[in-house]
Every structure is written in structure tokens, then in C-alpha cells.
């Protein structure tokens, strides 16, 4: 499922090509996979994309209307899914399978919305509505400051792979750079965030920061569908040092990676450089076996 480095890939694509447009007509097939599919159909004609902007794992076409009352923001928040791609298509490109969405633009182009699986999400909000939904993450990762990023994980007892994917948290991380950016720091996946200490949640920020900014700057892992706006594959997955690679020799110590599932999810880490949390010892007393007394039989 697209993280935070490719959903960033692909807003910044639709910034480049489609912000500035507007809509002209919305034609829609399946809608499974939509809030509210009426709203769509209703608001979006019309609607100005003045730009586009990841939020966390979504996307967001901030739109604007003459109408629009002073002070309303208004947006169609897209998640990709597992299998999503929303890229503009010159109108004469032949329509393929599982196009589910077209929004006819006013230069003739048409911004298409594809998605084999329909794991994604589509939905127009607007006033309190946009502004409850967006309240409802956690902090962005490439912008937390040191004092919120330890609060937020040494404030807790649950596992700190948890914590890294618990969107509440953090917006945005994943699978992905949380076992990279777990492994860059030494802390293993299982051990709680209360249990780090001041320098080690640093550390894991700083880790995390690095990781998201080199992925955006390599457009995003290409583990199986992913492509950006323009069907082009990533290439951060080729700079991988843990995820994927279990069994094979760790770049630090060249002991073999292992894989484990930490908070329901396939994780990926050192054994050696990733020391597991110790487990709190329990003596059980065991019960000494009787003596059994010989007795003559008569």
C-alpha cells in the first residue's frame, strides 16, 4: 500500500499537471469506494483544483468555487488503496479496465481514477467536515519537532512498530520506513516507545526524517503496483537495508535479517543490531517429587 513517499510522488505530479484546472464534468462507474458518490457528482463540476497535497497516506485536491463562502475550505481527499493511480490521460487515450472515475478538465484533458482492487477511498468534504476528518491524524513525520515526536512515543507503553504505524501517531509511515527507519536507529520492532530513552527516540526520529526524504527523492519503493502519475516505478526499493530481505546478510553486522510479525504486520529486522527487549523473568517453584518410602511386602 503506498506510504507517505509515494503518495508524496504522486501529489506532486498533480500539482505539476493538473492544479489550476478546473472540472468541468465527473463521470462515475463503480463507487464502492466513495463516502458519499451524490457529493461527488454535485460539487466537483465546476470546482477550481487550486493545488494538490499529500496529507498522511491521502491526497488532497483543494478545490475553490466562486460560490464559496469566505473562509470554506473544500476538498476531494483521495487514498490510494493497494492498486489506486490518479494521473491525467489526454482524452482520445484509449480507457482501460477498472476506470472507475473521470473528471473531465476545462484544457480537454481528463484526470482518471483506476483501481483494479478498490481497497482506496474517494471523498468530497467540505467546512467542519474536512477540518473534523483531518483532526482525527497525528503528527506529519517530516515536520515534528523533537519534543512532540518523544511525547507522542514515549508516552506509551505499546509496541514502538505499533506506534510507527498507528496514524494517530504519526501520519503517513508504514511497513516500510518504519522497519527502515527502525533498523537505522538499533531499536528492535517489539520493544515498547515508553521503554526508549530521550537520545533513542531522537535517534528514531532523525532515522525516519532521513529515510522519507531519500524515498520522495527516489519517487517511492516500487514494491508491486505502485507507478507514479506518469507509470513510472520508483526506486528506493533498490536501498532497502532490512524490509524484504530475511535470510539475507545485514549491511551492518552480516548477520541474517529476520522476520517476525510485530502489531499484525510482516516486520523486518537485525537480530544483532536490533537487540530484542529483555522479558521480565518468572521463577515458577517446582514442586519437589515425593519420596516414594519402599514398604515389604508380607
Known sequence: MPELPEV?????????????????????????????????????????????ERF????????????????MDRALLVHLGMTGNLAPHFADQPFVKHNH???????????RFI????????????????????????????????????????GSAARIKSLLLDQRVLRGVGNIYADESLWTAKIH?????????PNEAEALRKALQKILRQA???????????????????????????YGRDGQKCFRCAAKVKWMVV??????????????PRKAMQTKRKAKPKRRVATSKR
Open 115 to 154: 483501481d483494479p482492487r478498490r481497497f482506496g477511498r474517494m471523498a468530497y468534504l467540505a467546512g467542519e467536515n474536512l477540518a473534523t476528518e483531518l483532526r482525527r491524524f497525528g503528527a506529519e513525520p517530516l515536520l515534528v519537532e523533537k519534543e512532540e515526536f518523544s511525547r507522542r512515543i514515549r
Open 216 to 242: 520522495i527523492e527516489k519517487r517511492g519503493s516500487s514494491i508491486s503496483d505502485f507507478v507514479d502519475g506518469n507509470g513510472s516505478a520508483g526506486e528506493y526499493q533498490r536501498y532497502h537495508k532490512v
Open 8 to 52: 508524496e510522488t504522486v501529489a506532486r505530479g498533480l500539482q505539476k499537471s493538473v492544479a489550476g484546472r478546473r472540472i468541468v464534468s465527473v463521470t462515475l462507474t463503480k463507487t464502492d469506494f466513495m463516502d458519499d458518490p451524490a457529493a461527488i457528482e454535485r460539487e466537483l463540476p465546476g470546482a477550481l483544483i487550486e493545488r494538490v
Open 56 to 71: 498522511g497516506k491521502f491526497m488532497l485536491l483543494r478545490l475553490a468555487s466562486q460560490d464559496d463562502p469566505v473562509g
Open 101 to 111: 472515475v473521470t473528471f473531465t478538465l476545462d484544457d480537454g484533458r481528463e484526470l
Open 189 to 197: 520492532p517489539a520493544r515498547s516507545g515508553s521503554s526508549l530513552k
Open 263 to 276: 502489531a499484525g504486520r510482516s516486520t523486518h529486522f537485525c537480530p544483532v543490531c536490533q537487540r530484542a
